[in-house]
């Protein structure tokens, strides 16, 4: 089967450093997608990893071992307007998504 | 329009009711999604279309129909709505066809059914 995982939810302090984990198990795997929703929002992309490694862009980073199952969103300098869910979207051999619940990140300040 | 619209953006509908949610969009994107999500899951795929003329089904196709005449419009018509489609809807699109596709996504229509 297919399966997705991560924390439901995570706190972090305004100005801190946030990792967020993702094991994943799919049929087949071309890549794998990280969104952000804030509530009440549609999902909007945040970064794309098919390589084992780090992708970095800006503040936000998202790494990729595609022999572990595994990646994370690594966020730093946090803001309060980073409050949202973070999903975690790895494609399965078809090319399509399969979403995890996502991880509600609260920041206080 | 900009990007990808949907309508209405909100709706409460009895049961048994017919409803189609419309969603459109101006990016001359091939494929388009429908998603469903509910509080705790993952967003599921309802139907999906990777190229005008041509639909598949998703994770979660029973009690919806989609159709794809050309490559701007993907209504999802809910043919005898019941409670557990309460939900918010997510239309997407992307250019379709590799593994750098990303999708993006409408506004969401949120349905309750009574």
């Known amino acids: 089967g297919q399966n997705i995982d991560q924390p439901t939810e995570m706190t972090a302090t305004e100005g801190a450093i946030v990792q967020i984990n993702c094991t994943y198990q799919?049929?087949?795997?071309?890549?794998l997608f990280w969104y952000q929703q804030h509530a009440g929002e549609a999902p909007t992309f945040l970064s794309y990893?098919?390589l084992d490694g780090l992708e970095e862009k800006g503040r936000f980073s998202s790494f990729l071992s595609r022999s572990k199952g595994y990646s994370y969103l690594l966020l730093k300098e946090l803001q309060m307007k980073d409050s949202a869910s973070y999903l975690c979207?790895?494609?399965?051999?078809?090319?399509?998504?399969?979403w995890g619940a996502g991880t509600k990140l609260i920041i206080k300040p | 329009i900009a990007g990808i619209t949907q309508a209405p953006t909100s709706q409460i509908l009895a049961a048994g009711r017919r409803m189609t949610l419309r969603c459109t969009q101006d990016?001359?994107?091939?494929?388009m999604y429908w998603y469903r999500q509910d509080l705790g899951l993952g967003l599921r795929l309802i139907h999906y279309?990777?190229?005008?003329?041509?639909?598949g089904k998703g994770e979660v196709p029973d009690g919806y129909s989609v159709s794809r005449a050309n490559t701007d419009d993907f209504p999802l018509t809910l043919a005898s709505a019941v409670p557990s489609q309460t939900s918010v809807y997510f239309c997407?699109?992307?250019?379709?066809?590799?593994?750098?596709?990303?999708?993006?996504f409408g506004p969401g229509t949120r349905l309750t059914v009574l």
């Open positions: 997407a699109s992307s250019l379709g066809g590799g593994s750098t596709d990303t999708q993006y």
């Open positions: 279309s990777n190229t005008a003329g041509t639909t």
């Open positions: 979207a790895p494609q399965d051999s078809n090319y399509q998504l399969i």
């Open positions: 799919t049929s087949g795997f071309n890549g």
């Open positions: 990893n098919v």
């Open positions: 990016m001359r994107h091939n494929a």
